[in-house]
């Protein structure tokens, strides 16, 4: 080799050595800002996937007005973090995603620089420099002059402060969030550490057990000065009878003081150097601080911030690695991102012991060799979310239904919005039912189904006092739920089309167990919405016990969370076509294929069709039912994609509803869809990318991965002209599950112009 084409080899390898180390890997596409405004109700913070601990700023508790005047936020608020709020009280250290009602964002910590202040009117402050990235986030503190990094494991939190010279502090502050019940209860136990525990509880403002968070925080230096705090309200008469109050703050400067409240709070006070860092990591526990403390010391040993950093940035890469895509910057980010929200709930609750809250009773249980889960928001998740991790991640979906088993068999009923082994009630519908029934046709088949089929039967068998199905005994002997005596959220009519749903998925593993008896009977209870059908309207409408109309009927009230008489969070028409177990049925209700494609496409021309909320995420796909009409799938969804989701904080349309929003951007994008759980064909449509490959999970079907990609007649093309499995035509436009996982290769041949 000449010392020219030396040269030449030694540029073209440092060149390439330079495009690799510039190579992004998914994790680096995810934006945590995205739904963090417009009601996503996500947080930017740092989170493990599936965790119980995560460590989100907290900016809600406060608005700060012109005049320096610090303002309660007195808006319905689910979120820790609003991008467009500007004055920071702290870091919440347990904390939910994308949720419709307030609840945890407690256990705050604060640096703080100058005089000791307790006052978190008095010390939030503003910020800049935000960055985040998947187990990192990272920003500057003006009035403290601070830089703040944090992190998180599974079952603990990290902090790194640096801090100007000077006099620092450090606050733990239990009186800050967003849980409804009051109650807390904090203990100096040296210059190093505090323990103590927060109550949570009342979800949703539905009456429900509560709970207590235990934790133990710990600093990686002795304070110079340390103790606990509590607000205390102090009256004084202004004007006659007229009486205002002041909040204080006072501090107990004691040993091991242990001081119970509804606003307490511990503080460490420091003289540093300059760019000198503080350390604060705090486990967590539902069981107790002494397995707080072992959580902690398992999962955080030492401070080493980079560590735990690394190794969560790591877990993330793992998981979002199952799908590797390929196309723009842009729609990868937007992609990852979804992924990543979808990977936060639902959240394991054990700890390093295997020791979890028992499900609605008092007690504790043990786990053995697998997760115990909690968050499940089945009314939004069951749609999608399960089938999805069912076929990215089947051995996360497992564990989740064994939960869901084991909490049968603890409290006497399938969970339908748990949160933290307690049951909120929250939302209608029985939606264990889909879920299990979903998973288990998927092939999905390491739990107990004769425990989870007996569960399944209570709730539909049970009439009276049945804890997941109110108003049973009237849809047993009627068909549907009548709209007699119905309250605000009752919703008979959603709540009806819910059980129809259950049903059709109890009588689908009815005839996968072999029991033809249930399945001829659910079946038929499943057809029950046609008793709903007001051939006058083309809706499905409110109908009281003796069989007659609920009137006035104005299909159009339940816009934006209006009340609606007959429906919950949407109006008659997004639930009009809310049937998906029977799609051809509600084909012939309408009038026929012309018919039912003019009303359903008359939902998105008239702007009934509501990104924002679950009840009508399907409908998109609704089209590739008719024949000749496939083409309005493929252009609605790409039109829903452009209009709704966004590489920015507003880029979620609504509540992320613990990834439901998100799961229906990462099906429509790679070109498939569940449309109805319980069945196993996916729709499909034109992808986003040009070719998207999944990893599967071998245990459970046996070849290694999946490709959907695209054959683009221009660039611009985006409707099917045709399709072709392994390279054979492929004439369908549904294809199922298990076709789907049988290792193949499936081809979008595109065109400029719809195929009509």
């Known amino acids: 080799m000449n010392l020219k084409t030396a040269s030449i080899f030694i540029y073209l390898t440092l060149f390439l050595a330079g495009l690799t180390s510039l190579a992004q890997t998914p994790a680096d596409y995810v934006n945590p800002f995205i739904g963090t405004t417009n009601y996503g109700a996500t947080h930017p913070g740092a989170q493990y996937p599936h965790a119980m601990a995560s460590v989100s700023p907290f900016n809600v508790a406060f608005k700060k007005e012109e005049g320096n005047i610090h303002e309660k936020d007195s ?29 945890l964002g407690s256990i705050l910590t604060m640096p703080t620089h100058g005089p000791l202040e307790l006052n978190p009117e008095m010390y939030a402050t503003t910020y800049q420099n935000q960055e985040a990235k998947p187990g990192y986030f990272t920003h500057d503190l003006d009035q403290h002059q601070t830089k703040v990094e944090l992190s998180s494991t599974l079952r603990a939190g990290i902090s790194r402060y640096t801090f100007p010279k000077g006099e620092n502090n450090i606050l733990i502050n239990l009186g800050l969030g967003l849980t409804n019940e009051t109650g807390a209860m904090i203990k100096v136990v040296s210059e190093q550490e505090v323990e103590g525990y927060k109550t949570i509880g009342t979800f949703c403002y539905h009456a429900e057990d509560v709970r207590p968070i235990y934790f133990v925080a ?12 509590k607000k205390m309200p102090k009256y004084y008469a202004v004007e006659g009878d007229w009486v205002k109050y002041n909040d204080t703050y006072k501090p107990y400067n004691q040993y091991a003081y242990e001081l119970p409240g509804e606003n307490v709070g511990a503080y460490f006070s420091f003289d540093t150097e300059d760019q000198e860092q503080i350390t604060v990591k705090i486990g967590i526990s539902y069981i107790s601080i002494e397995n707080a403390r072992a959580n902690l010391d398992q999962e955080i040993p030492d401070f080493d911030f980079d560590r735990v950093a690394q190794a969560s940035y790591d877990r993330w890469n793992e998981l979002l690695s199952r799908i590797q895509v390929e196309g723009s910057e842009e729609n990868k980010t937007i992609f990852y991102t979804a992924l990543y929200h979808s990977l936060i709930h639902p959240n394991i609750i054990q700890d390093v012991n295997g020791e979890f809250p028992l499900m609605s009773k008092p007690g504790i249980g043990k786990t053995q060799d697998r997760n115990r889960y909690s968050v499940f928001s089945l009314w939004d998740t069951y749609r999608n979310v399960h089938p999805f991790l069912s076929l990215i991640y089947p051995e996360l979906q497992s564990e989740m239904v064994n939960t869901m088993v084991d909490m049968y068999t603890e409290s006497g009923w399938m969970p339908k919005w748990e949160l ?7 939302m209608v519908g029985d939606p264990a039912a889909p879920v299990i029934a979903d998973t288990y046709l998927r092939g999905i088949k390491d739990f107990d189904i004769n425990k989870a089929y007996e569960g399944l039967l209570k709730a539909g068998e049970t009439g009276e006092n049945n804890l997941l199905r109110p108003d049973h005994q009237a849809y047993l002997e009627l068909g549907y739920v009548p709209v007699d005596n119905e309250d605000q959220w009752g919703g008979s009519v959603s709540t009806s089309q819910e059980y129809y749903i259950s049903d059709w998925n109890i009588a689908q593993l009815s005839k996968a167990l072999g029991n033809q008896d249930n399945f001829k009977s659910y079946q038929q209870r499943s057809m029950g919405y046609k008793k709903l059908f007001d051939g006058s309207t083309g809706m499905l409408r409110p109908k009281q016990a003796n069989g007659s109309w609920y009137s006035p009927f104005n299909p159009d009230l339940g816009k934006n969370f209006e009340p609606a008489v007959g429906y919950v969070e949407g109006s008659a028409w997004n639930y009009r076509f809310y049937v998906p177990h029977d799609m051809p049925g509600l084909i012939k209700l309408n009038g026929g294929p012309r018919k039912f494609t003019e009303a359903l496409q008359k939902t998105f021309d008239l702007d009934h069709f509501d990104m924002a909320n679950e009840p009508d995420i399907t409908y998109p796909f609704l089209f590739n039912y008719v024949k000749g009409e496939e083409w309005r799938t493929q252009k609605t969804v790409k039109e829903l994609i452009s209009k709704h989701y966004t590489n920015a904080p507003g880029g979620i349309p609504g509540n992320d509803d613990t990834g ?15 449309v109805c759980p319980g069945d196993m064909d996916y729709a499909l449509f034109t992808p986003s990318f040009d070719k998207v490959t999944i990893q599967l999970n071998e245990k459970y079907y046996g ?10 007649e221009s660039d611009s093309s985006s409707f099917i002209n045709r399709m072709s499995l392994n390279g054979k035509p492929y004439k369908s436009y549904f294809l199922s599950h298990q076709d789907l996982t049988k290792g193949n290769t499936f081809t979008f041949h595109l065109i400029d112009k719809p195929k009509k």
């Open 75 to 103: 808006e319905w608020n689910s979120r820790v973090y609003i991008h467009e709020h500007k004055y920071l009280t702290g870091y919440s250290h347990v904390n939910l995603s994308g949720v419709g009602c307030p609840e």
């Open 218 to 229: 710990r600093l990686s230096k002795p304070a110079k000065n340390y103790g606990a705090w």
């Open 420 to 426: 933290a082994g307690m049951e909120t009630g929250v």
């Open 660 to 674: 439901a929003l998100s799961t229906w951007l990462l099906y429509s994008m790679m070109g498939i869809y569940p």
């Open 703 to 712: 070849n290694s991965e999946i490709v959907l990609q695209t054959d683009r």
